[in-house]
């Protein structure tokens, strides 16, 4: 057992060996964010269809996987989708970066969250608005993208930011099965160490942690401030 005393200097030492490796989090990340915003808007489109059978698919998929712990899932893809790839369509996956499973995993994640944000946000915007803007001469589309989604958008931010700082900490489950990002890389200096300056090195990846965190709180509150501001004046 360590028995060293607490070293405040250490976390400082330790930020700048730490902060190169937040690169890899932040990559892994906002990929899974945009995959899981397009297959959350297909997700959401699905649930607003007027057929049953596509949306009880829908909300099935929801369903299972907020329901099915975050590890559980990377697990399953890491060791479950190359093996279903090969004996099924002959696909070797062995050599594909660890990264990728990561991706795939927050993907189907994030979608089944957002998919929700986005379809009570729709279903919050009047009806009558959309009503209103065919009749006065907009396409559907035009009315969509002129006047519900922007609303929409309004409404949904919040939500939206908060789902996207929970996958950002949710990424750090990537060390479990070998990638190195930042935490993956606080565990490797700490083997390097011997197990010693554990404290002090958590420490140091919980505050790139915080303020990653609210760099994201701050951005999309700025952007709800710009996005109400341009609809109150529109």
Same mark, same amino acid.
């Given at each position: 057992?360590?028995? /060293?005393?607490?070293?405040?200097?250490?976390?400082?030492?330790?930020?700048?060996? +730490?902060?190169?490796?937040?690169?890899?989090?932040?990559?892994?990340?906002?990929?899974?964010?945009?995959?899981?915003?397009?297959?959350?808007?297909?997700?959401?489109?699905?649930?607003?269809?007027?057929?049953?059978?596509?949306?009880?698919?829908?909300?099935?998929?929801?369903?299972?996987?907020?329901?099915?712990?975050?590890?559980? +899932?990377?697990?399953?893809?890491?060791?479950? +989708?190359?093996?279903?790839?090969?004996?099924?369509?002959?696909?070797?996956?062995?050599?594909?970066?660890?990264?990728?499973?990561?991706?795939?995993?927050?993907?189907?994640?994030?979608?089944?969250?957002?998919?929700?944000?986005?379809?009570?946000?729709?279903?919050?915007?009047?009806?009558?608005?959309?009503?209103?803007?065919?009749?006065?001469?907009?396409?559907?589309?035009?009315?969509?993208?002129?006047?519900?989604?922007?609303?929409?958008?309004?409404?949904?931010?919040?939500?939206?930011?908060?789902?996207?700082?929970?996958?950002?900490?949710?990424?750090?489950?990537?060390?479990?099965?070998?990638?190195?990002?930042?935490?993956?890389?606080?565990?490797?200096? +700490?083997?390097?160490?011997?197990?010693?300056?554990?404290?002090?090195?958590?420490?140091?990846?919980?505050?790139?942690?915080?303020?990653?965190?609210?760099?994201?709180?701050?951005?999309?509150?700025?952007?709800?401030?710009?996005?109400?501001? /341009?609809?109150?004046?529109?």
């Amino acid at each position: 057992m360590d028995t /060293r005393p607490f070293s405040p200097e250490v976390i400082l030492t330790s930020i700048p060996a +730490l902060l190169p490796y937040l690169a890899v989090t932040l990559v892994v990340g906002v990929t899974s964010i945009l995959t899981g915003s397009l297959l959350g808007m297909l997700l959401a489109w699905a649930k607003l269809s007027g057929n049953r059978i596509i949306r009880a698919l829908a909300d099935g998929y929801t369903y299972i996987i907020r329901c099915t712990p975050s590890i559980v +899932l990377l697990f399953i893809v890491f060791y479950g +989708l190359p093996k279903l790839a090969e004996e099924e369509f002959g696909i070797d996956m062995d050599d594909l970066s660890r990264a990728v499973f990561v991706i795939i995993t927050f993907t189907l994640l994030f979608g089944a969250y957002v998919s929700e944000v986005f379809r009570s946000a729709y279903e919050t915007v009047e009806r009558g608005q959309y009503e209103a803007a065919v009749t006065i001469g907009l396409s559907p589309v035009q009315a969509f993208f002129h006047v519900l989604l922007p609303q929409a958008a309004v409404i949904a931010l919040p939500n939206f930011g908060n789902s996207v700082i929970n996958l950002m900490k949710e990424s750090a489950l990537a060390y479990t099965i070998g990638l190195i990002d930042l935490l993956g890389k606080t565990n490797l200096i +700490l083997a390097q160490n011997y197990g010693a300056y554990g404290v002090e090195l958590y420490i140091s990846c919980l505050l790139i942690y915080w303020g990653l965190s609210i760099l994201i709180e701050r951005a999309f509150l700025q952007m709800e401030a710009r996005l109400s501001h /341009r609809e109150a004046g529109a």
